[in-house]
C-alpha cells in the first residue's frame, strides 16, 4: 500500500478529450519526476467516460539514493487508494456497494475510487485532513489527491490565487473550499461522486448538520472516553507496526493512555535533533511512566547546495501550503501507521480560551473578533490583504453556523473543519505509512463540542481522563480569565494576551545556525522570495519589506513566513514550468492510449 507516497486522479470527460487528458497527465510525470516516481499507471475507462491514474513516489528518507526511471505501466487497477487506514470491507464490491451507514465508518484521511462493469464511485474520508481536490473546465471534471494534479488535468493549466495568499500567511492554511491555485477546490469530507455512463453526481453521504449532531452535556464526557477508546481500536489494524508521535503536551499522552487502554502494542516517537531537546525528554518521562518504548526519530542535514534542490522536490508534494526550510531528510519511517494527538484542541477551546468568558452568548461579531488575531500576523500588509482575510473569516464562520452550532462551538468547528482538515493537510508528510489523527472522529468530535464550556476551557476532558487512567500523567488546569474580573478588563486582557503571543521573539537557535550555515539559501529566500511580485501584488511591499528587514534579524515569526513564502514561490516556480511544458506539447510518456476491454 502506497498510504501517503502517491497520487491518484479520476477524470470526467467526453471521448473525444480523453487523448488530451492523457497528455496531460503525462507532463505531470514530469512535475513529479524530482519526487522519484516509483511506478506510472494510467488507463482509460470509456464505457464511464473516465480516465484514472496512479503515481507511486519514493519516500523522503531514500532522495539521496540513485533514481531510477519509474515503471510506467499504461494500466492503472480500477481501485485506487490513498491515504488509510482502510478499513478491510473496502475493496472494490464493498465500495462500489457500501450503504450511507457503512462508509461512515471511513472516520479517517482517505480517498478511495473502484469501477465495475456500469457504475464506478470515488469518496473521501468523513474525518482527518482534506484528501480530494477538484476542478471543472467545459465539459472536464477532474478529481485528484493533489490540486496541481487537479487544477491541470482538467484545464490544461494552473495558476497561483493571490487573493489566498493572505489566509496563507495569517492562519498557515487557505480554508473553506478555496485552495492556493485559482479554480481549484478542496473536496468536503463525506463526499462520494457517483459515476454511470455519461452521467455523474456527487453528494453527501453524512450531512454536516448530522455528523456535527450535539449531545446532551451529561452524557458528553462518558461519551467522548468511549468514543476514543472504542475508534482507536476499530481503525488501527492488527498485526501492524503502530507509531505514536508523543510529545509532553495534553493530546499526545492522551492518545498514548487511550492505546494502551485499547489493548494496542506501539511504539512512542518523538522527532527531534538530540534527546537533550524539550520535547524528547518530556516524552521519555511519558513514555517511562506508561510502560511503552520510546525513541528518537533524527533527520540529516542537508548542505547549502542541496538545500534549493530539497525545497524544489517537496513542494510538489506540499503544494506551497507548508514551510519549508530545506534543511533536512527525516529517518525513513519504519512502522505500518502513524497515529498522533490531532484534533484535541476541538475539546480544549483552541481559539477563545482566553475570551471565553467576555461573552456568554457570543454572536459573529464576536466571534469574528476573536479570530481577528488572525491580522496581526500579517501586520504591515495592505488593506486589500486585510480585507481578503476579513472576507475568509466570515465565511469560515458562515460555513460553521451551517452545521448547526453557533457561540463558541462554532470555532470548534472551524476548528475541526479548517485547522484540523486544512492546515492537517500542508502537514501529511510523504511516507508509506499512514498517519490517523487519535481525536478525529466525527463520533469523538460531537461528544467534545457538547461537553460543558468550563470544561472545554479547562482541558476538563484530558485531565479527567488522565486522573481515571493515568494519574501520575495528570496535566495542570491550564490558567484562564478570572470571573471576578469586570468584562471590559477581562476583554483588554485578552486582547493583550493575543498581541503578546504573536509578538516577535527571539528565533529558535536551532534554525539560527543553520541559516548562518547556509548562506546560498540565506541569501535567496532573502533577496529572491521575499521580492517576487506575486507575493508584493496583494500582500504589498512594506509588508516585503518588513518581513525581510526580521528574517534577516532571526525574529522567529519571520522566520516561520519566510519559510512558507519560499514554499509558495518555488510552488509558483514549478507550475510554470508544467505550464511552459503544455504549451510546447513535450512529454516524457508515450501518448498511445490503452483502453479496458
Known amino acids: ?70 515503471n510506467r505501466g499504461t494500466t492503472a487497477s480500477t481501485q485506487l487508494k490513498w491515504g488509510g487506514p482502510f478499513p478491510a470491507w473496502l475493496d472494490e464490491e464493498g465500495l462500489l456497494t457500501g450503504s450511507d451507514e457503512r462508509l461512515r465508518t471511513l472516520d479517517r484521511t482517505l480517498a ?24 471543472r473546465a467545459n465539459e472536464t471534471e477532474a478529481w485528484s489527491t493533489h490540486a496541481v494534479a487537479a487544477g491541470y488535468l482538467a484545464h490544461g493549466h494552473v495558476r497561483l490565487d493571490p487573493c489566498a495568499l493572505p489566509q496563507l500567511f495569517a492562519a498557515e492554511f487557505v480554508g473553506g473550499t478555496q485552495t492556493q491555485l485559482a479554480d481549484v477546490t478542496a473536496v468536503p469530507r463525506a463526499t462520494v461522486v457517483e459515476f454511470a455512463p455519461e452521467r455523474y453526481k456527487t453528494r ?196 460553521a453556523f451551517c452545521t448547526g452550532h453557533d457561540g463558541w462551538a462554532a470555532l470548534d468547528v472551524i476548528y475541526d473543519e479548517e485547522r484540523l482538515g486544512r492546515w492537517g493537510r500542508a502537514r501529511l508528510h510523504r511516507s508509506r505509512a499512514p498517519l490517523l489523527y487519535a481525536f478525529s472522529t466525527p463520533t469523538l468530535t460531537q461528544a467534545f463540542l457538547s461537553l460543558p464550556l468550563e470544561d472545554r476551557i479547562s482541558d476538563g476532558f484530558h485531565r479527567q481522563f488522565l486522573a481515571r487512567h493515568a494519574p501520575s500523567l495528570i496535566v495542570p488546569r491550564p490558567p484562564a480569565q ?45 533577496d529572491d522570495v521575499l521580492e517576487r511580485e506575486v507575493l508584493a501584488s496583494v500582500m504589498g511591499r512594506a509588508w516585503l519589506r518588513r518581513t525581510r528587514s526580521a528574517f534577516l534579524d532571526g525574529q522567529q515569526h519571520a522566520v516561520d ?6 514554499s509558495i514561490i518555488a510552488l509558483d516556480t514549478a507550475i510554470s514550468s508544467l505550464n511552459a511544458a503544455s504549451r510546447t506539447g513535450s512529454s516524457s510518456l508515450p501518448s498511445d492510449p490503452t483502453p479496458d476491454g
Open 112 to 135: 478511495a475510487f473502484a469501477a465495475g462493469p456500469s457504475s464506478a464511485r470515488l469518496v473521501t474520508g468523513c474525518a482527518g485532513a482534506t484528501s480530494l481536490y477538484t476542478a
Open 561 to 566: 513566513t519566510a519559510f512558507l513564502a519560499t
Open 482 to 526: 478570572r470571573r471576578a474580573l469586570p468584562r471590559s478588563v477581562r476583554r483588554l486582557s485578552a486582547a493583550v494576551r493575543h498581541r503578546r503571543g504573536l509578538e516577535d521573539v527571539p528565533g529558535d537557535p536551532l534554525v539560527a545556525e543553520m541559516l548562518r550555515r547556509r548562506p546560498r539559501t540565506r541569501e535567496h529566500i532573502a
Open 204 to 399: 453527501a453521504y453524512w450531512p454536516e448538520r448530522e455528523r456535527y449532531a450535539k449531545l446532551a452535556a451529561a452524557e458528553a464526557f462518558d461519551a467522548a472516553e468511549r468514543a476514543l477508546i472504542e475508534s482507536l481500536d476499530a481503525r488501527l489494524p492488527s498485526g501492524q507496526r503502530v507509531e505514536l508521535g508523543l510529545t509532553a503536551g495534553a493530546d499526545s499522552r492522551v492518545a498514548a493512555v487511550a492505546l494502551k487502554k485499547a489493548e494496542r502494542s506501539f511504539e512512542a516517537i518523538t522527532v527531534a535533533p538530540e534527546s537533550g531537546s524539550d520535547d524528547a525528554r518530556g516524552a521519555a518521562v511519558v513514555a517511562r511512566q506508561i510502560g511503552i518504548p520510546h525513541r528518537i526519530r533524527g533527520y540529516e542535514l542537508q548542505p547549502d547546495e542541496k538545500a534549493l534542490d530539497l525545497i524544489n522536490a517537496e513542494v510538489r508534494w506540499s503544494e506551497g501550503i507548508a514551510p519549508l526550510n530545506g534543511f533536512a531528510i527525516g529517518e525513513a519511517e519504519t512502522s505500518d501507521l502513524v497515529v498522533t494527538g490531532g484534533g484535541g484542541e476541538i475539546a480544549r477551546a483552541w481559539y477563545y480560551r482566553w475570551k471565553a468568558r467576555n461573552y456568554r452568548h457570543p454572536r459573529r461579531r464576536q466571534l469574528a473578533r476573536v479570530l481577528s488575531h488572525l491580522h496581526w500576523r500579517i501586520g504591515g500588509a495592505s488593506a486589500r490583504a486585510h480585507e481578503l482575510l476579513d472576507a475568509a473569516i466570515l465565511r469560515w464562520l458562515d460555513a
Open 1 to 70: 500500500m502506497a498510504g501517503l507516497c502517491s497520487l491518484i486522479f479520476v477524470v470526467a470527460v467526453e471521448e473525444g478529450r480523453i487523448g488530451h487528458v492523457r497528455q496531460r497527465a503525462q507532463h505531470l510525470v514530469d512535475f513529479y519526476s524530482p519526487l522519484n516516481i516509483l511506478s506510472v499507471a494510467i488507463t482509460e475507462l470509456p464505457r464511464l467516460s473516465l480516465v484514472v491514474g496512479e503515481y507511486r513516489f519514493q519516500p523522503p528518507g531514500a532522495l539521496s539514493q540513485r533514481r531510477h526511471a519509474p
